[in-house]
């Protein structure tokens, strides 16, 4: 038993370093992984728990590039407004902090809550709920794009004018959503990638989309940070960080659940449900959320009798392992425990180091060299086709940020067309577009 939880902490200290660099993904690492056992085959007491401490250790620590450069993955990009706000004020690492004790909550429902209860309860919960997938997701489509209300056009003189004015917001929003969505075909009907880079098909858009716009507002905007204090004042209270945590755990479960759905939006629903205006609790609600969205994920693969396969982690693993009952499962729910630990321990080492190194270097070069590193990645796993994805992809991510909406509706890349394929109309609509 000693092996696996080795494992599992290396796999949560590499985790939590790549959570820290800005552009890399844990399902880059994975799915090389995966091509590399396909060809030298490693024992699953040391594969499994080594792939489950790097989701634990990128989920703690991938907020970290959220708030010092800006350059979120899909389960975080809420984190950027609230964590620029601290960052302004010299406390990106408590920050860093509050959202990592979201995560944490996070890892405690998994291990204590969702692991006894799953087994019993998923089964016939699950065979309720599945003939009914596909209006889930679109009715947290609907309620993503009627939730963008209007933002202007209070004032002044009634009319059409003040009508445009006050639904530009919202119409934003939309061309977003079907913008992103029709990106989202595209990348599933016609990839462009090379089918030895499948497992990273969707690595250009995102990038594209959530982690290049903000990188060029950065660059070119005069935006300086003040020095990062290493230790605060008082802390925002046990209250707003379990409200926050609770809410998050939640909001992810459903993610991790629900297909598309990704960690952000779960904690955005969850959010709205208890009606969270305090920014710790918005941070420590979105640290929980996008942590049981990645782990809960991947958990769902062995939970005996069910075998879901939710997330890009738990889809590659299931292509070369199969699951062996409660053993695997009570492997995997130690694994959960031990990396939540040891990626707990970096947190603080992590975010420091990375606020002190984002000092010296300024804002303007660290996101230079962001997006250096962002182009690189993309460049190596997906080559030219991947770029020339990511650079259209990067248009349409500046539309929100260029006129204030949210970037949420860059979701609809993938909630879209999964939505349209769930609902059986998927091949029609990528006809109508000239897909097939």
Not at 29 to 57: D, M, Q, W
Not at 200 to 205: E, H, I, K, Y
Not at 369 to 390: C, K, Q, R, S, Y
């Amino acid at each position: 038993m000693i092996i696996p939880l080795v494992s599992s902490a290396v796999g949560a200290v590499i985790g939590s370093i790549l959570g820290c660099v800005p552009g890399l993904h844990v399902y880059n690492l994975i799915g090389l992984l995966v091509a590399f056992s396909c060809e030298r085959p490693v024992a699953s007491t040391v594969a499994v728990p080594f792939v489950v401490g790097l989701t634990v250790g990128y989920a703690m620590l991938n907020t970290v590039p959220s708030v010092f450069f800006a350059t979120p993955d899909e389960s975080a990009f809420f984190v950027i407004l609230p964590g620029q706000k601290y960052l302004k004020m010299g406390r990106g690492c408590e920050a860093v902090m509050i959202t990592a004790v979201g995560g944490m909550i996070g890892i405690l429902l998994i291990v204590l809550v969702a692991g006894p209860l799953l087994p019993r309860v998923l089964p016939s919960v699950y065979g309720v709920v599945r003939p009914h997938m596909h209006w889930i997701l679109w009715c947290v489509i609907v309620f993503m794009v009627m939730s963008e209300w209007p933002k202007l056009g209070n004032f002044g003189q009634g009319g059409w004018r003040k009508l445009m004015q006050g639904w530009k917001t919202p119409a934003v929003g939309l061309l977003t959503f079907l913008l992103a969505g029709f990106l989202g075909f595209i990348v599933m009907y016609r990839p462009a990638i090379s089918a030895d880079a499948s497992f990273q098909g969707l690595l250009p858009a995102f990038a594209g989309l959530f982690t290049l716009p903000w990188l060029f507002l950065n660059i070119v905007s005069s935006v300086s940070i003040p020095r990062q204090a290493t230790a605060s004042g008082p802390g925002p209270g046990l209250g707003p960080l379990l409200t926050g945590g609770l809410a998050g755990g939640l909001g992810g479960g459903f993610a991790a659940v629900v297909p598309a759905v990704t960690g952000g939006v779960g904690g955005f629903l969850a959010g709205h449900a208890v009606a969270i205006r305090n920014d710790a609790a918005f941070l420590a609600s979105q640290g929980a959320s996008k942590v049981v969205y990645y782990v809960l994920g991947l958990l769902l693969l062995f939970v005996p009798s069910m075998s879901l396969a939710r997330g890009g982690a738990a889809r590659m693993i299931s292509t070369l392992y199969v699951p062996q009952g409660m053993a695997d499962y009570s492997m995997v729910i130690a694994s959960i425990a031990i990396a939540g630990a040891a990626a707990c321990l970096l947190v603080s080492p992590l975010s420091r180091a990375t606020a002190a190194l984002a000092g010296r270097l300024g804002y303007r070069r660290a996101s230079i060299g962001a997006l250096v590193i962002v182009v690189l990645v993309v460049g190596t796993f997906t080559g030219a086709a991947g770029l020339f994805i990511m650079s259209i992809a990067a248009g349409i991510g500046l539309i929100p940020l260029l006129f204030g909406s949210r970037r949420m509706n860059c979701l609809g890349v993938i909630l879209l067309p999964v939505a349209c394929n769930m609902s059986g109309i998927g091949p029609a609509v990528a006809g109508a577009l000239g897909l097939l």
